[in-house]
């Protein structure tokens, strides 16, 4: 099913699930960890029976953010990924979810650290399970460092502006609870089941319309920089085109022979 030495896929039912794969650097970004994760999103867009993605991290950590190591010399060339990266400059930033938005909703599952450029992927998520000891964070500044994954364009519109700044410019870890109470993250679960937690969900959405939670997640993101008027106008266009599909009448149909929905991507 793809993937690489620092980056593992599998499947559960329709949810395609992406691990980070290095727990013995805390699964800190590597060359071989970006190239799977460009190749899972891809994956999972040219893929019609996945209707979902889970991104994880191997032996309790999400992600510890880029490999300062391997930044600072040449450990990031990795032998034979080196190529990817040259035929496509932008390819980082896209494993990152930088420059690529998913259009299959993703559920970010969160243990242990996630701090630097693993809260800047996190930003990339829709939902996002964490278990109560995880640690978020930006801790660039602190560094001497600029978080330039998109932190300081999409975090200011994620959560309260005073919030976002204290994160950007203070460098200091926020536990789970925190990062719940600002709105980062959508749930707190006991340590372990974040995994769990992100799977669950996943199947509510997965038994949903595909055409329609595709769409869905679609005007969310297209409308969010329009003015009121716009957004609206904006969501009609999409959303008009979705009750002419066979599966809208299907959902309809179900719902009155009291039945689970058998929708088709039609």
Same mark, same amino acid.
């Given at each position: ?26 699964? /800190? ?5 970006l190239?799977?994760?460009h ?7 040219e ?27 040449d450990?990031? /060339? ?7 990266l ?18 299959k ?35 660039e ?19 309260p ?5 204290e ?20 749930h707190? #679960? ?13 199947? *509510?959405?997965?038994a ?8 869905v997640?679609?005007? #969310?993101?297209?409308?969010?920089g329009?003015?009121? /008027? ?7 266009? *999409? ?5 002419d599909?066979?599966?809208a ?9 009291? *039945?689970?929905? #058998?929708?088709?991507?039609?």
């Amino acid at each position: 099913m793809g993937g690489t030495e620092h980056l593992t896929v599998h499947r559960e039912g329709a949810t395609l699930v992406l691990t980070l794969n290095r727990p013995e650097a805390k699964n /800190a970004l590597s060359l071989p960890m970006l190239v799977g994760l460009h190749d899972g999103w891809r994956a999972a867009d040219e893929d019609d029976t996945v209707r979902s993605v889970v991104l994880t991290g191997a032996g309790g950590t999400f992600c510890a953010g880029m490999d300062l190591k391997a930044l600072a010399g040449d450990g990031m /060339a990795a032998g034979h990924y080196r190529q990817r990266l040259r035929d496509d400059p932008d390819l980082h930033w896209k494993a990152m979810l930088r420059h690529h938005r998913p259009r299959k909703p993703v559920i970010a599952a969160v243990e242990g650290h996630c701090v630097a450029g693993g809260t800047e992927i996190l930003q990339g998520t829709d939902i996002r399970v964490a278990g109560e000891s995880a640690v978020f964070g930006l801790f660039e500044v602190a560094r001497g460092l600029f978080p330039i994954g998109g932190s300081t364009v999409r975090l200011p519109r994620q959560i309260p502006r005073t919030h976002a700044l204290e994160m950007l410019l203070t460098g200091r870890p926020y536990p789970a609870p925190e990062a719940a109470r600002i709105g980062l993250i959508g749930h707190v #679960v006991p340590d372990g089941g974040a995994l769990a937690k992100a799977l669950e969900i996943a199947e *509510r959405i997965n038994a949903c319309g595909p055409l329609a939670v595709e769409a869905v997640k679609a005007s #969310v993101y297209e409308t969010a920089g329009l003015s009121e /008027a716009d957004g609206l106008a904006a969501e009609l266009a *999409r959303g008009w085109p979705v009750f002419d599909t066979a599966d809208a009448k299907e959902g309809a149909r179900a719902f009155a022979e009291k *039945r689970p929905p #058998v929708f088709r991507r039609a």
